[in-house]
């Protein structure tokens, strides 16, 4: 899964996308990569594989050592998930997942992340079954920068901008998949820190004669500068509980305050 910010695409554009396609056709018996995550899962401590990293060159040495070591401290582990998960690393981030950055600020009308961002850190990806979770923190060169990204992803562009990203991405990237009833709705903001977001998506994909329902949920939380967010991912009736993800959101807050 590619990394992002938590405010300007993680888990929310591109991503999404990409877990909407691998899932369902994985769920439908075609070989994937999510096949090829599967079998590299690991149950010890992800400490032991680096997770997905990006910086941006703007900002200064002492910043980005800084902030990415903060980032991975306040990112999920697998300890922080109940018994049975397992872990596999995250994918880098490719160019095409920052054009999509790009356009979907434009959208909201926010600067590029290359402009605001110092450090864009994710978790591994954590599975159980049919469920995904995977958490990311990305530090904002500023607080006003950081609040910048909240008000834009909290306001009326939001659905709008979101929707059409993730049909244009899956459009894109489906490989003979098709998907109907995309659907992106707010959900209610997860507490903590000095403000949030959450977004509840859910979509129908057809692939191979079969048809899969896709349910996505992401949590963020503004602390300071930094920009967290959990998403969690799960096919047809089961999905990952509300209060699970907003326990692990709480477990991120504690250790970015």
Known sequence: MNNGSVLSRKRTTAMLASAFVVV???????SSSKTNASSSATTASPAASAP???TTTAAAAGDVTADTAKAKQINLQLSDLPSGWTSSPASPKSAQDQADDVKTASCLGIPPPSQTHTVD???DDFSSGNLSISSN??????????????AAYSGSKVTSCLTQSLQDSMA????????????????TKPSGGDGGFAYHVTATVMAQGQQVQLTVDVLAVL???????????????????????R???????ARAS
């Open 52 to 54: 997905s990293t990006t």
């Open 247 to 253: 326990s692990l959101m709480a477990k991120m807050v």
């Open 223 to 245: 602390v300071g500068r930094a920009e967290l967010n959990v998403s969690s991912f799960g096919i047809g009736n089961q999905t990952v509980p509300d209060q699970t993800l």
């Open 137 to 150: 923190v990305t530090f904002a060169r500023t607080a006003d920068a950081a609040r910048q990204e909240l």
């Open 24 to 30: 369902a056709l994985s769920s439908c018996g075609s």
């Open 121 to 123: 850190i994710d978790s």
């Open 172 to 187: 894109r990237d489906a490989n003979g998949a098709t998907v109907s009833n995309l659907s992106v709705t707010p959900a």
